[in-house]
């Protein structure tokens, strides 16, 4: 580990070399929010004991962490794999798997081409076999193989002359300078190859079923539709972990699951926690910690632009028209969340605060459709071509909050002409191939779009990022504009913050005008957690909570 000095000087070397931003900077939206007030925290133990039970609305599905994944999927993930380094609250890399690469050590060449990993040597599987340099270049390899379904191909798919030096140490080269790659790599779980071993197809493996990572935790099963359970790595390289067995408990409906909390049959709420309107309330339990997160993602109702009648950008346009936000936030929310127009959290350096501020306009919402040649039926819902103006909009069965909001939306669009149909559905079905290869009209759910502190989107909206159209990303909205082809391809080879900032910002507007998406608001969450859980923390540079579930232990 590196001493706050070095920590300090390597952050510089990013600064420099590689355009990255520094805690010092604007890197860290925001600074480690522990819930509570600080308070003089006892010693973990000195080996793991007792357990936690972490409730989830969501159901974790997937264990392969590079197929096609949700946040909720990572909760798992993070306890059962490790990355090359991390990212901590501040913004800065810290090492894992392997030592942090910088210009200063040798790691990456000042123009960011040439790259020379090296991997600690301590470090096993939870089958026993050792971790090596090999198992990296599998991983890298996987990721950009063309039979395989990836999540991620971004960034991976720049490498070439990728070579193993030796067991601890590999080495390659990238196409052409890539700034986002260090955010994308902290985000990279590897996984073992011998695992993989005599498999003809890659997308059916044992890690579906059974994962073995290098993580502070091991799998012992899964109840669908229940839980899952995971007990400690006891040979883990790292510190921690701290607790003997953690059980993640599925609990579908919000209410059910902080009733759960309230009367202490679960230790810690997780994605998407304590429902806004519980906040109060929950600020008066005994024996728990409650309090404001602020978070990187965004609440967001997802169009298909790929199918009728999303397709058609007039008619997402008047949606988002007849959507009266602020009244849904007040009343519904409680004003937890931040209003927002952009993808991107407005504490990032790169936010754009020049967007068209949203605009509530039910009449306006008519002229446009009108214009479009939508036109009032015999029943009032607008017709085209002999086709009604009505699509199907979907989010997590039991999630109250977001349901009210359904609610409020079909009642607003239905004074403009539009019929919206809800057709929610637990979430392990949502967000599996229905969402995951763009089978859905619409979809209400909350996305974190950033890989980290970097400003990079393209797996998101590059038109080839898209599983619907073979592609290997998470462009779930089929979205497609040439020009934000480019810009995403200009933004990744620049290097300088203020260079890279009016790309993005260009990305923003054209994002804001085409409304693949409408962002409805920044997230701002409601965690809790018993008295005595040290080590839970914020860290708004990765997509959930459990990102340093090793640290956690009780007092």
């Given amino acids: 580990m590196s001493t706050e000095n070095e920590n300090s000087k390597l952050a510089f070397t990013r600064r420099k070399a590689l355009g990255l931003l520094s805690a010092a ?29 972490i409730g989830l609305a969501q159901e974790p599905t997937v ?104 067991p601890t140490e590999l080495t390659w080269r990238m196409e052409h300078p890539f700034a986002p790659y260090p955010s994308i790599l902290a985000a990279t779980f590897i996984v073992p190859a011998h695992v993989f071993e005599g498999i003809s197809d890659r997308n059916v493996t044992p890690l579906d079923s059974a994962p073995v990572g290098t ?19 006891h040979d883990y390289f790292g510190e921690g972990p701290y607790v003997e067995k953690v059980l993640f408990r599925y609990i579908p409906d919000q209410t059910v699951l902080y009733t759960q909390f309230k009367t202490g049959d679960i230790d810690l709420v997780s994605l998407p926690y304590i429902p806004a309107n519980n906040l109060e309330d929950a600020k008066k339990l005994p024996a728990k910690v409650v309090g404001l997160m602020p978070a990187s993602s965004v609440e967001c109702i997802a169009f298909n632009t ?66 479009a040649g939508w036109v009032p039926g015999s029943d009032g819902i607008r017709v085209k071509d002999g086709k009604r103006l009505s699509f199907t909009n979907s989010t997590s069965a039991g999630n109250q909050i977001r349901e009210q909001i359904q609610q409020y939306m079909q009642q607003t669009l239905r004074e403009v002409g539009i019929e919206m149909k809800v057709e929610n559905m637990p979430s392990a079905v949502l967000f599996a191939d229905f969402w995951l290869k763009s089978q859905f009209h619409s979809v209400m759910h ?54 890279r900032k009016p790309i993005y910002a260009k990305i ?48």
């Fill in 508 to 555: 923003q507007e054209l994002v804001r005008d085409d409304l693949p998406f409408i962002v409805m608001w920044q997230r701002r969450t409601v965690r809790g957690h018993k008295e005595g859980l040290n080590g839970y923390s914020a860290n708004v540079n990765v997509r959930i909570d459990t990102w340093n579930i090793a640290d956690w232990y009780r007092s």
């Fill in 63 to 166: 264990f392969n962490p590079h197929k096609l994944h949700i946040e909720v999927d990572e909760g798992i993930q993070f306890a059962l794999y490790d990355t090359l380094f991390t990212v901590t609250p501040e913004g800065n890399f810290k090492p894992s798997l392997a030592e942090v690469p910088t210009v200063a050590n040798g790691g990456i060449s000042a123009d960011g081409l040439n790259w020379r990993i090296k991997l600690r040597d301590d470090v096993k599987w939870h089958d026993g076999k050792p971790f090596t340099a090999n198992d990296v270049k599998f991983t890298l390899e996987l990721l950009v193989d063309p039979k395989f379904k990836s999540w991620r191909r971004t960034g991976h798919e720049l490498i070439r002359d990728l070579k193993v030096v030796s």
């Fill in 446 to 499: 909350g996305q974190d779009f950033l890989t980290g502190f970097d400003p990079d989107t393209s797996d998101f909206f590059l038109s080839t990022n898209s599983a619907a159209k073979g592609g290997g990303g998470l462009n779930f909205w089929q979205y497609s504009n040439p020009e934000v082809d480019k810009l995403l391809s200009d933004g990744g080879k620049l290097f300088v913050p203020e260079e």
């Fill in 215 to 233: 993580g502070p935790f091991k799998f012992v099963s899964r109840r669908p539709g229940d839980s899952i359970e995971v007990v400690a790595n």
């Fill in 306 to 371: 790929g199918r009728a009648p999303l397709d058609d950008k007039a008619v997402r346009q008047a949606i988002f028209l007849a959507f009266d936000r602020e009244s849904a936030l007040e009343q519904i929310y409680y004003g937890v969340p931040i209003a927002t127009e952009s993808y991107i959290p407005q504490q990032s350096y790169y936010y754009n605060p020049n967007l068209p501020k949203h605009e509530y306009n039910p009449e306006k919402a008519k002229e446009v459709l009108e214009a």
């Fill in 25 to 53: 900077g604007v890197v860290s939206y925001f600074a480690p929010n522990l819930l509570g007030k600080e308070r003089a925290l006892a010693a973990p133990p000195s080996s793991p004991t007792g357990q936690l039970i």
